[in-house]
């Protein structure tokens, strides 16, 4: 700390240090990796490839009968299982939980707090309901990086559910970047 007078200012003051850097403008002037080097709405690679130039909307696959199209994402406080594992965070979101709406967690008996199964083609993961109209009827979520199996996690350690054992691994066929929305899920009560 004696090399960093300010970080060690800092946290006297205010129990944290946060380095602000500019990073707006920092591509300013430089051209785009495309071959006009402008921003380009038709991309004539793709077309010499037999893919679609231009973004084309396709439905999602339809969700087979008593099953759940399941999405993932991360709330405000955790990003990923590092942050999760965070003292201060863990209070404020110390386990992930399963957002399934009214109607179909009446109609599996599922209350706030009940601990229901998911269940996919690539595995199966615990973790408490939460009974919510912010989510669609035919869709679940949770958070993801939670469910670690690492005990050095000491805070999250089995804690919640693992999406990486849920998710079947499938990539798009554009970009190859993983298609985490095309998972289908059962959802029990426990």
Not at 110 to 139: C, F, H
Not at 159 to 167: D, N, R, Y
Request: glycine share 8%.
């Amino acid at each position: 700390m004696k090399s960093l007078p300010e970080v060690a200012a800092a946290l006297k003051k205010d129990g944290v240090y946060n380095q602000v850097l500019v990073t707006h403008g920092i591509h300013k002037g430089k051209p785009f990796k495309t071959r006009s080097k402008k921003v380009e709405l038709y991309n004539q690679r793709y077309s010499d490839n037999g893919i679609d130039p231009m973004p084309v909307y396709r439905p999602p696959k339809p969700i087979p009968a008593d099953h759940f199209r399941i999405v993932v994402g991360r709330n405000a406080y955790i990003s990923q299982s590092s942050s999760t594992n965070n003292s201060l965070l863990c209070e404020l979101e110390p386990e992930n939980t399963l957002w399934i709406h009214p109607e179909p967690a009446k109609r599996r008996g599922i209350k706030q707090g009940d601990l229901v199964e998911v269940m996919s083609s690539a595995g199966t993961g615990t973790l408490k309901a939460r009974v919510t109209e912010e989510i669609r009827p035919d869709t679940v979520y949770m958070d993801t990086g939670y469910g670690v199996i690492s005990k050095n996690l000491t805070k999250i350690y089995g804690k919640g559910a693992c999406i990486a054992e849920i998710l079947e691994d499938r990539a798009d066929a554009v970009s190859g970047n993983m298609a985490m929305h095309e998972t289908f899920v059962k959802i029990r009560r426990i």
